[in-house]
């Protein structure tokens, strides 16, 4: 069903409770964990996509949380505003990207999710209740990355601020001059990130920082050329012929790291976040203490180079600041993230495995919308407060409304 309306969802969910029915809120299915699978009740998000308050005293937007994260952005540039960072896609919803920890990279500035200012949401109880850092602030700890354990979310306030521009400086550096200079990266530059071509030196930089103008948008056949024909097309065609013979993949991942060339730009935020991402894949990323990520990735590609697997797919970079999140990634600690892919098809069970026992190895905390083998127990061990997200989650749902088998792995109970 597609509920309208906060009071619509908590009818459905007294509903199905008194039915003994479990109730899960879908988003647009971009995560690889069956995080909003279940045999009960699914709500649809697409009718709770409204704006709902623009507040520009207090510099914050209230919308609905079947809102995609596309139009969030196109209408509040159209408003004069921003969001202070962002992913690098912009498909999901507003909650399930915020549900599930979506981040982009930054040296001050966190996931989204660390940008909420409120919450609306609905309990196991059928209850419409809101939280902040002052009303309920041991829920808003909590249910800003709550997995749909806590409740459906159906309304989402962002705190924003005037729209900006972002310069974007790309060029390719070496592995080694990467991870030599890795702390220096990111310490100049207010969001940094690189992807690392296994088998192969070659490495992608992106460096981000704003502007005062003017804008200076890529001419639109370049931006053709390098997004659509290069990182997508030809990609795709060069990751099914991996597929296909895969002795070609270390040939083919050199001529990938060396296609892309230098350029800069300047845009509209949002515009230089995010990058059209059309190519399919399955995708694990761990988040590390900021300090293992250098030994972390040169693990990795030792790893890779004795192991024999075939990558044809980038290693991605990025980085976050510490945040007060309960069940985020970069919760308590300054963290870097490591994102390994496979090309949609193509075997991946062990190269994630390995890729899986170094990160484990480093206190890695897998990301809750990408593949991992995880359970509560190991989870708990990198998590300060597991224990207060799950005591709460005993509180709110005691008989497991909002639950799955997903939620039983990585959570308990």
Same mark, same amino acid.
């Given at each position: 069903?597609?509920?309208?309306?906060?009071?619509?969802?908590?009818?459905?969910?007294?509903?199905?409770?008194?039915?003994?029915?479990?109730?899960?809120?879908?988003?647009?299915?971009?995560?690889?964990?069956?995080?909003?699978?279940?045999?009960?009740?699914?709500?649809?998000?697409? %009718?709770?996509?409204? !704006?709902?308050?623009?507040?520009?005293?207090?510099?914050?937007?209230?919308?609905?949380?079947?809102?995609?994260?596309?139009?969030?952005?196109?209408?509040?540039?159209?408003?004069?505003?921003?969001?202070?960072?962002?992913?690098?896609?912009?498909?999901?919803?507003?909650?399930?990207?915020?549900?599930?920890?979506?981040?982009?990279?930054?040296?001050?500035?966190?996931?989204?999710?660390?940008?909420?200012?409120?919450?609306?949401?609905?309990?196991?109880?059928?209850?419409?209740?809101?939280?902040?850092?002052?009303?309920?602030?041991?829920?808003?700890?909590?249910?800003?990355?709550?997995?749909?354990?806590?409740?459906?979310?159906?309304?989402?306030?962002?705190?924003?601020?005037?729209?900006?521009?972002?310069?974007?400086?790309?060029?390719?550096?070496?592995?080694?001059?990467?991870?030599?200079?890795?702390?220096?990266?990111?310490?100049?530059?207010?969001?940094?990130?690189?992807?690392?071509?296994?088998?192969?030196?070659?490495?992608?930089?992106?460096?981000?920082? %704003?502007?005062?103008?003017?804008?200076?948008?890529?001419? @639109?056949?370049?931006?053709?050329?390098?997004?659509?024909?290069?990182?997508?097309? =030809?990609?795709?065609?060069?990751?099914?012929?991996? @597929?296909?013979?895969?002795?070609?993949?270390?040939?083919?991942?050199?001529? =990938?790291?060396?296609?892309?060339?230098?350029?800069?730009?300047?845009?509209?935020?949002?515009? !230089?976040?995010?990058?059209? %991402?059309?190519?399919?894949?399955?995708?694990?990323?761990?988040?590390?203490?900021?300090?293992?990520? !250098?030994?972390?990735?040169?693990?990795?590609?030792?790893?890779?180079?004795?192991?024999?697997?075939?990558?044809?797919?980038?290693?991605?970079?990025?980085?976050?600041?510490?945040?007060?999140?309960?069940?985020?990634?970069?919760?308590? %600690?300054?963290?870097?993230?490591?994102?390994?892919?496979?090309?949609?098809?193509?075997?991946?069970?062990?190269?994630?495995?390995?890729?899986?026992?170094?990160?484990?190895?480093?206190?890695?905390?897998?990301?809750?919308?990408?593949?991992?083998?995880?359970?509560?127990?190991?989870?708990?061990?990198?998590?300060?407060?597991?224990?207060?997200?799950?005591?709460?989650?005993?509180?709110?749902?005691?008989? @497991?409304?909002?639950?799955?088998?997903?939620?039983?792995?990585?959570?308990?109970?």
């Amino acid at each position: 069903m597609a509920p309208a309306s906060a009071e619509e969802v908590a009818d459905a969910v007294r509903r199905a409770a008194g039915e003994g029915l479990r109730v899960k809120a879908a988003g647009t299915g971009h995560s690889f964990t069956p995080a909003a699978a279940t045999d009960g009740v699914l709500l649809l998000p697409h %009718r709770l996509d409204a !704006v709902h308050r623009v507040d520009l005293e207090a510099m914050t937007v209230t919308v609905g949380s079947g809102m995609p994260l596309k139009r969030l952005n196109a209408g509040l540039a159209s408003l004069g505003l921003a969001l202070t960072n962002m992913g690098d896609i912009m498909e999901q919803t507003v909650a399930g990207a915020t549900s599930t920890g979506t981040h982009g990279t930054g040296r001050d500035s966190a996931s989204v999710s660390a940008q909420i200012e409120a919450l609306e949401m609905v309990t196991a109880d059928g209850s419409v209740v809101r939280c902040s850092a002052v009303e309920r602030p041991d829920l808003f700890a909590a249910a800003r990355i709550g997995l749909g354990a806590l409740g459906v979310v159906t309304a989402v306030t962002f705190r924003v601020e005037p729209a900006f521009l972002l310069h974007a400086r790309e060029e390719p550096m070496t592995f080694d001059e990467v991870t030599d200079g890795f702390d220096r990266l990111v310490a100049e530059n207010e969001h940094f990130e690189f992807y690392w071509f296994p088998h192969t030196e070659n490495c992608v930089t992106k460096r981000n920082n %704003r502007s005062p103008g003017p804008a200076a948008p890529l001419p @639109r056949l370049r931006g053709w050329v390098d997004d659509e024909l290069l990182s997508n097309g =030809a990609f795709r065609a060069a990751c099914a012929l991996g @597929r296909a013979a895969p002795s070609s993949v270390p040939a083919v991942a050199g001529l =990938a790291g060396r296609a892309l060339s230098a350029r800069s730009y300047t845009d509209t935020s949002y515009k !230089v976040f995010t990058s059209p %991402r059309r190519v399919r894949f399955v995708e694990m990323e761990y988040a590390l203490p900021r300090e293992a990520a !250098v030994p972390a990735l040169r693990e990795l590609k030792g790893m890779i180079d004795r192991s024999g697997h075939l990558v044809s797919f980038p290693v991605e970079v990025r980085t976050a600041p510490a945040d007060d999140i309960c069940l985020s990634t970069a919760s308590g %600690r300054d963290s870097v993230y490591i994102a390994v892919h496979m090309y949609r098809g193509t075997p991946h069970q062990e190269y994630f495995g390995d890729v899986e026992d170094i990160m484990t190895a480093h206190l890695g905390r897998p990301h809750w919308g990408k593949l991992h083998s995880r359970d509560a127990a190991q989870l708990e061990a990198v998590y300060p407060r597991f224990g207060e997200f799950t005591a709460l989650r005993d509180r709110l749902d005691p008989q @497991r409304v909002f639950g799955n088998d997903y939620l039983r792995r990585v959570l308990g109970g």
